[in-house]
């Protein structure tokens, strides 16, 4: 694992492994089948593009998206390392010389999607190409019933068994149905090496709220956050095009985008969110699965996403670079309608749909809950959590209240009324309202009509909410959404059970959560100017701005403000391809001009030897000539210098070889000491 440890700084960029990488990296390299259950944003993708890099042979990633594979692709690249990917969206030339590049032994990961296994082609390719492991991206899309099923997957479990080797899966989300389903699609029911690592992605604020105006919810919240990178994630296709522009009249960058879109329109909200910084793309859940972009600020949800999953999911989209992101919520009635007659009216088996209602649940108990959201939504898969303090019911506990009178009486009126209405009828009944409706009906008749008049009508909605998101209530598909009482809500009628409800003032636009700044105050300028470099650096290239470099690693040098190539060398994400290619221009930015350095020296500033160098060039000054100085000048090439720094020889014999005997004499001893300092 040393040699993974040095490519891990020098390739990446990074000092250390993130929680769990190390140990799945350790098996993938010992050549077993692998699962892994790791975070959105957690690092997936280095668990099997580090072993490949140190590996002989081909890693053959299989991606479900043709934009995922195109990020991964140019990340690589950018970091020095020989990918390719044979797509659709590349022109005939391209594929051939990455097929061409494969025979040749050049290639050292090569992406896929699923679509092409099933091509005569591609096996013909594949079983020619030192294939060494498989490396399976988003392996979830193998569930019939998860979220993203993709039947191409299903060939995989074939294909491992054609080329007889090792196979990788990751996944960020994979309840116990969706793993077992996977174990038996991949890997043929043989158990692999499990990896379930923790699902926290603490960086992330959570935020929930109630729908009051929600177009506006949505408008305020991305004002705030004027120029940040974002997603609102829609229900229907209309709504991501009148919302988008929405923020465009506001004067935000804003596109739309969904299936219903032309493959080429679809393509260019693709590219402009990659190169884009500020960008906000209003989406279906169409838009998502493929983005590697780690930059991403913000996730809102202008309507309820479909299960806990699906929510995870969308918001592990945000601060994958592990700075500062946000995710914001906004829910009500009839999001939880549209839910449940979605999973009522599908075509999944009954146990499947009590399945999906059970994942809904889970998700409206984050949405009502009264305490801290994060330790919900932990608790759901599996994990204990103490109270995060980075979520809005942490940052402002809500008031509640003793709701099972009010519980009682809504449940009441429900089932007086036959279970025929929704809730704008039952909050009239509760309120006493003489409504052309509940003459029609003889409600005003009920024992329940006007129990309720201690509430407003706008109040018991909320409490109808509160008990829909708690199930005691359901909208019943085959009565128009009318509502209908749950088993669970037996023992609360009985008065066997009771029930704590949210205060909430309606009455009041609920506030967006507060924005928090990525820099403080005094970095802020220098924050702006190293973006500015990076987009420069990247529209040059024809780059996403984040393949130079993310926020995170912009973060850390406006904090931290490095003065020289060496100092660069320690930021987080500045490898030694990148540190080649950009640390310069970024130093400028930083410090004004600054002296630059011999390539050879440059290349030496991604570890210790760069200080080493710099001693022996004195020392080597000092000599130039001799002791006395009146001899004869003798310098060594700096390239010399740089093998002296690299290996760091032990013995003036050693050194001797590396520099010559005339050399050796000269400087070899004071040569030694610092390299003995050295180590």
């Given at each position: 694992m040393q040699q993974?440890?040095?490519?891990?700084?020098?390739?990446?960029?990074?000092?250390?492994?993130?929680?769990?990488?190390?140990?799945?990296?350790?098996?993938?390299?010992?050549?077993?089948?692998?699962?892994?259950?790791?975070?959105?944003?957690?690092?997936?993708?280095?668990?099997?593009?580090?072993?490949?890099?140190?590996?002989?042979?081909?890693?053959?990633?299989?991606?479900?998206?043709?934009?995922?594979?195109?990020?991964?692709?140019?990340?690589?690249?950018?970091?020095?390392?020989e990918a390719g990917a044979i797509t659709s969206a590349n022109s005939e030339e391209e594929n051939d010389a990455v097929t061409?590049?494969?025979?040749?032994?050049?290639?050292?990961?090569?992406?896929?999607?699923?679509?092409?296994?099933?091509?005569?082609?591609?096996?013909?390719?594949?079983?020619?190409?030192?294939?060494?492991?498989?490396?399976?991206?988003?392996?979830?899309?193998?569930?019939?019933?998860?979220?993203?099923?993709?039947?191409?997957?299903?060939?995989?479990?074939?294909?491992?068994?054609?080329?007889?080797?090792?196979?990788?899966?990751?996944?960020?989300?994979?309840?116990?149905?969706?793993?077992?389903?996977?174990?038996e699609r991949l890997f043929q029911g043989k158990p692999p090496t499990s990896f379930l690592k923790g699902f926290d992605?603490?960086?992330?604020?959570?935020?929930?709220?109630?729908?009051?105006?929600?177009?506006?919810?949505?408008?305020?919240?991305?004002?705030?956050?004027?120029?940040?990178?974002?997603?609102?994630?829609?229900?229907?296709?209309?709504?991501?095009?009148?919302?988008?522009?929405?923020?465009?009249?506001?004067?935000?960058?804003?596109?739309?985008y969904h299936g219903a879109m032309d493959p080429t329109e679809r393509r260019e909200v693709e590219r402009r969110f990659n190169s884009e910084d500020d960008l906000i793309v209003v989406a279906t859940i169409a838009f998502g699965m493929g983005v590697d972009k780690p930059d991403i600020r913000w996730v809102a949800h202008a309507d309820l996403p479909k299960s806990v999953e699906g929510y995870y999911q969308e918001i592990g989209r945000a601060g994958r670079d592990g700075a500062r992101a946000e995710a914001y919520t906004l829910y009500g009635q009839e999001d939880i309608r549209l839910r449940r007659a979605q999973i009522d009216e599908g075509l999944a088996p009954y146990e499947r749909k009590e399945s999906d209602h059970g994942r809904l649940n889970a998700l409206l108990g984050i949405a009502e809950a009264q305490g801290c959201r994060r330790q919900l939504l932990l608790g759901y898969f599996g994990e204990d959590a103490s109270p995060c303090g980075n979520c809005d019911l942490c940052e402002n506990p809500p008031e509640t209240f003793d709701g099972t009178d009010a519980a009682r009486k809504a449940l009441s009126a429900v089932l007086r009324t036959e279970e025929r209405f929704g809730a704008g009828h039952i909050a009239d009944v509760l309120t006493g309202k003489m409504t052309d409706k509940i003459q029609q009906f003889g409600h005003d008749a009920l024992p329940t009509f006007g129990v309720g008049s201690e509430h407003s009508a706008q109040q018991w909605q909320m409490i109808i909410r509160q008990l829909m998101g708690h199930d005691f209530l359901r909208p019943d598909p085959s009565r128009h959404g009318a509502l209908r009482i749950t088993l669970k809500a037996h023992p609360l009628l009985k008065g066997q059970d009771t029930v704590s409800l949210r205060k909430e003032v309606l009455q009041r636009q609920p506030r967006s959560p507060k924005v928090r700044a990525l820099v403080p105050d005094e970095d802020a300028p220098l924050f702006s100017a190293l973006k500015a470099k990076r987009r420069f650096l990247a529209e040059a290239a024809s780059l996403p701005a984040y393949i130079v470099f993310n926020d995170r690693t912009l973060i850390e040098m406006a904090k931290r403000r490095p003065a020289s190539l060496d100092e660069m060398a320690s930021i987080q994400g500045v490898g030694a391809k990148k540190l080649e290619k950009y640390g310069q221009e970024f130093l400028l930015v930083i410090n004004g001009d600054t002296p630059k350095l011999h390539p050879t020296r440059a290349k030496l500033a991604i570890s210790s030897a760069g200080a080493l160098f710099d001693r022996l060039e004195v020392a080597q000054s000092e000599l130039t000539r001799g002791e006395n100085g009146i001899e004869k000048p003798l310098s060594c090439p700096t390239s010399m210098l740089a093998k002296l720094a690299k290996s760091k020889?032990?013995?003036?014999?050693?050194?001797?070889?590396?520099?010559?005997?005339?050399?050796?004499?000269?400087?070899?001893?004071?040569?030694?000491?610092h390299i003995r300092q050295d180590v």
């Open positions: 993974a440890q040095a490519l891990l700084k020098d390739v990446f960029g990074f000092d250390g492994f993130r929680s769990g990488q190390e140990e799945i990296v350790r098996s993938v390299i010992a050549g077993e089948d692998v699962l892994a259950i790791m975070p959105t944003g957690g690092g997936k993708s280095l668990c099997f593009q580090l072993p490949a890099i140190l590996g002989e042979g081909v890693t053959l990633v299989i991606s479900p998206l043709i934009a995922l594979m195109r990020d991964q692709v140019a990340g690589l690249q950018a970091a020095g390392v061409a590049a494969v025979r040749q032994g050049r290639i050292k990961l090569l992406y896929l999607a699923p679509e092409r296994l099933s091509s005569y082609v591609t096996k013909s390719l594949l079983r020619d190409a030192n294939v060494k492991l498989i490396a399976v991206d988003e392996a979830h899309c193998v569930s019939q019933w998860g979220h993203d099923f993709r039947p191409d997957y299903l060939r995989i479990g074939e294909l491992r068994q054609f080329l007889n080797v090792p196979l990788a899966a990751f996944t960020a989300t994979a309840d116990e149905e969706t793993r077992g389903e996977i174990v992605r603490p960086n992330i604020h959570l935020a929930f709220a109630p729908k009051n105006k929600p177009r506006q919810q949505i408008l305020d919240f991305a004002a705030t956050r004027r120029g940040q990178c974002g997603i609102t994630y829609c229900a229907t296709r209309a709504k991501t095009e009148g919302l988008a522009k929405a923020l465009r009249d506001e004067k935000h960058n804003a596109c739309h020889p032990q013995s003036l014999s050693a050194i001797e070889r590396l520099i010559g005997e005339k050399r050796a004499e000269r400087f070899g001893e004071a040569f030694l000491e």
